[in-house]
Structures are given as C-alpha cells and as structure tokens.
C-alpha cells in the first residue's frame, strides 16, 4: 500500500467511527428525554398530598395505584425551586394533612419519611442544577399492617426473634 492509500483508509475509518459515535451518541439523548406533564386540579386531588405549585411530572417514572387517601405508587416530579425550599414545603404541608414526620436525612438529597393511619410517604428530594429540585415520593400501605391481613398471620404468633441462614 502506497501512503495516500494508507491515509485515505484512515481518514475513511476515522469518519466511519465519528458517525458511528454520533449516531450512538444521538440514540443516548433520544433515550434521556423524559416527558414533562403539568399537574392539573384533578390529578392533585387524585393523589391527595400536597404538591409544590409549578410542579411537573415525568410519566415514564410516574406509577399511580388507586386515588385520594387510597393512592399507592411513585410520584416523580420537577420543581423549580431548590431542594431545601421543597424539602421545606412538604414538611411543613404534610403535617398539617394530617401526617406525621418520623425522620429526615441530609446529603446529596434530603430523604424525609412521614407516617398517617396505616399508611407511610417516603420524600426524596434530590438537588438537581441551577438551584432547580426532583423529588420522588413513594406512598402506601404500612408493611407490618398489610402484609398481616393479606397473609392471614396471625400478629401475636410471630416471634420477635430474628431468622438465621444457614
């Protein structure tokens, strides 16, 4: 192979590899746009907990089981607004709905965790860029509670005792 052969090959697989990573490269961003929804009236009366104005959701990380104060799933959504103003916001709204705050945790995001009847919220809160917030708040039925009933177990029979693997 003469020279110019050699440097048209490379420049020709060069480009072959440049397009083959845009391409890929493209695919990527396609996968990472999410759809953003604007909560309406309705869908804030559906899940029935208190909800940051100007919030949107995303529908691929949105699960909702059941409405109002019988609402189970995961609730995803984008705020824009900081974390620590959102995390603010759901404490001081969740307790007066009626819900109880058993804990909070700080770091990269803040986790709160509130309680009401048989029923628990976990509220993650996650820092996002530019002083803008998601939060994911999972909501359901106690485990302790409704696992028992749906098993049938007697509650007094269990033995406090933890299990060993052998």
């Not at 440097?7 to 990472?32: D, H, P, R, Y």
């Not at 949105?62 to 759901?90: M, R």
């Not at 917030?133 to 028992?148: A, H, R, V, Y």
Request: net charge negative; with cysteine; proline share 2%.
């Amino acid at each position: 192979m003469t020279k110019i052969n050699v440097s048209k090959f490379i420049a020709v697989t060069a480009g072959l590899i440049l397009l083959s990573s845009c391409a890929n490269m493209q695919a990527m961003i396609e996968n990472q746009v999410q759809e953003e929804k604007e909560i309406s009236v309705d869908q804030k009366l559906q899940v029935s907990i208190p909800i940051p104005d100007n919030s949107k959701y995303l529908t691929n990380k949105t699960v909702i089981f059941g409405e109002g104060n019988k609402f189970s799933g995961i609730l995803y959504l984008q705020h824009d607004q900081s974390a620590d103003d959102i995390a603010s916001f759901y404490r001081k709204n969740m307790i007066a709905d009626g819900w109880s705050e058993i804990g909070i945790v700080r770091s990269q995001f803040i986790l709160v965790n509130f309680e009401k009847e048989n029923r628990f919220a976990t509220i993650k809160v996650i820092r996002t860029m530019f002083e803008k917030s998601d939060s994911e708040i999972t909501i359901g039925p106690k485990s302790s509670t409704q696992l028992e009933k749906s098993l049938d177990i007697d509650s007094g029979s269990v033995s406090d005792e933890p299990f060993i693997v052998e």
